[in-house]
């Protein structure tokens, strides 16, 4: 049979030169790429258009929203190597609709028992370096993400784990098209991780290179590997044959973890912690994470007039980054595992101590921060979020670490180990530093906003150290600005770097003052003004996160949703 393939066109045309702008659009909306996306049952939003549509299927066979966003993860892993894989770490934030209650779970991983502090630092001495690497056996940990399905699941889930998995598996067996921004990626982590032990190149390239846009691509050693989680549940991948297989592997070359750390791994169920801004509640995860970051951010915040200063001019972004850079000195030297090291959370996050910190900011940029002290104040990856019929939300991010992780992949099981163990400090002296057994500083964080004690949004910015400073970005662009939840995603972002991190000594700190990245749509004058008040301002691309988000409209029982265009990604419901 012939294909005929028409093409329509309605309407008429005037100018067809040059590229679109978001003030093209007829609704006049001048910060989104595109519409919100509005559906009256159930919504999902990924950073892959597959996984998404892996998500709505789920939630049409009878699954809910916590099943969805399992089954979506699976197939991000598969298709999003890049930021994630069930080597690495999970957390997320459920609204639980018949509770009436936020939870909150830390599926993160601990280092390797068996990897003494002594030990590790004899290693680096071997490699001639201080810290941790990002690539190869050191950096490994325990992979929480698999424990992290399984504890969503039997909490919350409703269809049988074999029907969650099946999409996953069976894109892997029959392959799936590879899709543009993820490609890029791919193709730029083939040459730094073909060289680690295991099987990077037979799993992860289609005759040595990275599968290019479009191409289809299969896993099947990946199908093999969810098989056995579907029918043999969480234990064949932390007690049985795929742990057996990864001691076995380990201890062949020269890596630490054994059968000891999977069979004694564990979630943690954990509270979510909470701030109001002008009447909306950012929630986030307490430590090993960095979620407070963005709370404490907006401790500090609250003390100026963000919505009179206005949307990217220079006064609210110096305020902005003057915020950031007090909220990481915290950051870096006291988030860490609170099995080894009780953060003064309370005190961090409190009105009070940002109201003193707030005190420290001036006209000008600030080139040295330290820490403050708020006990006396006491009292990284892929985004994905899914909501469903019954008006269960949920906020879920899921990460390697760096890029592709460690690039150790065990011949046969189809997935890469994270390298998060590079966020250890070797610093005695620090709260993060290295123990066996330790959850390490993890920079991947799930958020959400309820207002007057309802649930409203559920969102995240991925991307490391981005994530805190977009999420306070994404609450004032629609606490202050007004913008609705398409436009505070895609609206031109900003990022400071340069902060002292939680990898490093105890006596560092920032002392440069860092420096601020833009994007194109930062206007001119708000740049040139910045540098007047002594920030050192940088354009950049590719840094400023992922966006994904889902809101709860009560007043027309819908739900909509949003997923940027620096992505990948899509918002779709039905």
Request: glycine fraction near 10%; aromatic fraction near 10%.
């Amino acid at each position: 049979m012939k294909k005929v393939f028409i093409s329509i066109t309605v309407g008429v045309s005037l100018f067809c030169t040059g590229a679109a702008h978001s003030y093209d659009r007829i609704t006049g909306q001048p910060f989104a790429s595109r519409s919100e996306v509005i559906a009256p049952n159930v919504m999902a939003a990924t950073s892959q258009p597959l996984a998404t549509q892996v998500a709505l299927d789920i939630m049409r066979q009878g699954g809910n929203a916590i099943d969805a966003a399992i089954a979506a993860n699976a197939a991000l892993g598969l298709m999003e190597p890049t930021g994630n894989g069930i080597g690495g770490d999970l957390y997320a934030i459920v609204w639980h609709e018949e509770s009436q209650k936020l939870f909150g779970l830390n599926a993160s991983g601990r280092s390797p028992l068996s990897l003494s502090y002594d030990m590790l630092a004899n290693e680096l001495k071997k490699l001639g370096r201080s810290d941790l690497p990002p690539h190869g056996m050191l950096p490994i940990s325990v992979p929480g993400t698999v424990d992290g399905w399984f504890e969503l699941h039997n909490k919350f889930g409703s269809l049988a784990m074999a029907d969650i998995l099946k999409p996953a598996i069976n894109y892997a067996e029959q392959g799936f098209p590879v899709s543009e921004v993820i490609a890029y990626y791919w193709d730029r982590s083939v040459p730094v991780l073909s060289k680690q032990p295991g099987d990077f190149v037979g799993t992860y390239t289609i005759n040595g290179k990275a599968p290019a846009k479009g191409e289809m691509f299969k896993n099947p050693a990946l199908a093999s590997t969810l098989t056995k989680l579907a029918q043999s549940g969480r234990d064949a991948f932390y007690k049985g044959d795929i742990a057996v297989e990864i001691d076995r592997f380990m201890r062949a070359n020269g890596g630490y973890l054994r059968f000891a750390d999977f069979s004694n791994h564990r979630s943690t169920w954990v509270e979510p912690v909470g701030v109001d801004y002008k009447g909306y509640t950012l929630w986030e995860l307490p430590p090993n994470g960095q979620g407070i970051a963005a709370l404490q951010m907006l401790q500090i915040l609250k003390n100026f007039d963000l919505a009179k200063t206005g949307f990217n001019t220079p006064e609210s972004l110096h305020l902005l980054v003057e915020a950031k850079k007090l909220a990481f000195e915290d950051r870096a030297k006291f988030y860490a595992d609170q099995d080894f090291n009780q953060s003064p959370i309370a005190g961090l996050i409190s009105a009070e101590y940002g109201r003193e910190r707030a005190k420290l900011i001036t006209d000008k940029a600030a080139k040295r921060v330290d820490a403050g002290n708020p006990n006396l104040y006491q009292g990284d990856t892929i985004y994905m979020t899914t909501a469903d019929k019954d008006g269960n939300m949920v906020s879920l991010i899921q990460s390697n670490y760096r890029g592709m992780g460690s690039g150790v992949v065990v011949p046969g099981l189809g997935f890469i180990f994270q390298d998060r163990g590079q966020l250890f400090s070797m610093d005695k002296q620090h709260a993060n530093a290295y123990q066996p057994g330790k959850r390490p500083f993890n920079t991947i964080i799930p958020a959400f906003i309820t207002k007057d004690n309802k649930p409203l949004i559920s969102f995240g910015v991925m991307g490391g150290a981005m994530q805190p400073q977009g999420h306070v970005q994404v609450l004032i662009n629609i606490a202050d600005y007004g913008m609705n939840l398409q436009e505070a995603g895609d609206a031109a972002r900003w990022q400071h770097l340069g902060s002292t991190e939680p990898t490093d000594g105890s006596a560092m700190y920032l002392e440069n003052g860092g420096y601020i990245e833009v994007e194109r749509g930062v206007p001119y004058q708000t740049v040139r003004e910045l540098m007047n008040k002594g920030h050192d301002v940088r354009y950049g691309l590719g840094g400023y996160g992922g966006y994904q988000a889902i809101m709860r409209d009560d007043k027309n029982k819908v739900w909509i949703g949003a997923s940027e265009s620096r992505k990948d990604g899509q918002a779709a419901g039905y």
